[in-house]
């Protein structure tokens, strides 16, 4: 399984942006699909974006992320990137990333391999 660690999680204001960052040392991370997730107190986790394998030509987003947020991966460096634009109040959660052989989508058990998370609080 790839080890991920996530970053960039931070407390913003509302109408601020974050980049996260996820990093693995994994060297096949190309054949991989990475996902964001998210989960705030309270709730079950989320999907909120996938980005395909290789040169992610092929990337979903929940409704709520559409818009707002992108999702991008460089595989030079290993690292899938997860930009949040106009962050709003309920976007306070604590985001993972995750990775899957498989097509990347919104159902979680698809993804083998999960991050420890990093917590982005939203103030209003």
């Known amino acids: 399984q790839a080890h991920l660690v996530e970053s960039g999680g931070r407390l913003v204001q509302a109408g601020a942006s974050l980049r996260l960052s996820c990093a693995t040392s994994?060297?096949?991370?190309?054949?991989?699909?990475m996902g964001w997730f998210r989960q705030s107190p309270g709730k079950e986790r989320e999907s909120v974006a996938g980005?395909?394998?290789?040169?992610?030509?092929?990337?979903t987003y929940a409704d709520f992320a559409t818009g707002r947020f992108t999702i991008s991966r460089d595989n030079a460096k290993n690292t899938v990137y997860h930009q949040l634009n106009s962050l709003k109040h309920e976007d306070a959660a604590v985001y993972y990333c995750?990775?899957?052989?498989?097509?990347?989508?919104?159902?979680?058990?698809?993804?083998?391999?999960w991050g420890q998370g990093t917590q982005v609080t939203v103030s209003s």
């Open positions: 995750a990775a899957t052989p498989l097509s990347p989508g919104p159902q979680d058990h698809v993804y083998r391999s």
């Open positions: 994994e060297r096949t991370f190309s054949n991989y699909g």
């Open positions: 980005i395909s394998n290789w040169s992610g030509s092929r990337t």
